[in-house]
T-cell receptor
Framework: NAGVTQTPKFQVLKTGQSMTLQCAQD?????MSWYRQDPGMGLRLIHY???????DQGEVPNGYNVSRSTTEDFPLRLLSAAPSQTSVYFC??????????????FGPGTRLTVL | GDSVTQMEGPVTLSEEAFLTINCTYT??????LFWYVQYPGEGLQLLLK?????DKGSNKGFEATYRKETTSFHLEKGSVQVSDSAVYFC???????????????FGTGTRLTIIP
């Protein structure tokens, strides 16, 4: 299994540009999520999905869109990038019933810089 | 709301020293507690976890005990190695939706550097 994969690893955008961060998992996990990591703030949840066709907002959803057309993929879209979106983005997945011993698996991250 | 407070870093220790990274939490209900580790240039990996009070999670020589009375989950290791240099995150998991799923709330992370 490749686990959770993310592309690209690095990206530089200009203010106002759009782009999509890709996330895929091959573990047949129903639950997927996107976090951003900023210095001194830990990880904050952006959006999450409990299965294909179902998404919901996390703590910091503004400026981001998501969709979940398949179990495997969960792309994160920035429609009009802003410097405040400069961050490291992590995708994670787990089995839907994320209680007890279930574990969230994280991808390697995408480092995004918005100029 | 739910929150995690962990020890400010950075922490620098000599090899074979004893490590403690403090973590306290605020949550309604009965959260599960986790320690994640992030090595340079990599994503987060689960280090250990505890799902109920008095449980002890352990892995790779690290331990943490879920203390409900003090709302704490401190990370300890008796003898650290250079390879333990990383950022450590304490996290708790609570329900977030009617679907029965839960989200992780993370602390701000503690950077640990071990000197040979």
């Amino acid at each position: 299994n490749a686990g959770v994969t993310q592309t690209p690893k690095f990206q530089v955008l200009k203010t106002g540009q759009s782009m999509t961060l890709q996330c895929a998992q091959d573990m047949n996990h129903e639950y997927m999520s996107w976090y951003r990591q900023d210095p001194g703030m830990g990880l904050r949840l952006i959006h999450y999905s409990v299965g294909a066709g179902i998404t919901d907002q996390g703590e910091v959803p503004n400026g981001y869109n998501v969709s979940r057309s398949t179990t495997e993929d969960f792309p994160l879209r920035l429609l009009s990038a802003a410097p405040s979106q400069t961050s490291v983005y992590f995708c994670a997945s787990s089995y839907q019933r994320a209680r007890g011993s279930a574990t969230q698996y994280f991808g390697p991250g995408t480092r995004l810089t918005v100029l | 709301g739910d929150s995690v407070t962990q020890m400010e870093g950075p922490v620098t220790l000599s090899e074979e020293a004893f490590l403690t990274i403090n973590c306290t939490y605020t949550a309604t209900g009965y959260p599960s507690l986790f320690w994640y580790v992030q090595y340079p240039g990599e994503g987060l990996q689960l280090l250990l976890k505890a799902t109920k009070a008095d449980d002890k999670g352990s892995n790779k020589g690290f331990e943490a005990t879920y203390r409900k009375e003090t709302t704490s989950f401190h990370l300890e290791k008796g003898s650290v190695q250079v390879s333990d240099s990383a950022v450590y995150f304490c996290a708790l998991r609570v329900p977030i939706s009617n679907f029965g799923n839960e989200k992780l709330t993370f602390g701000t992370g503690t950077r640990l550097t071990i000197i040979p």
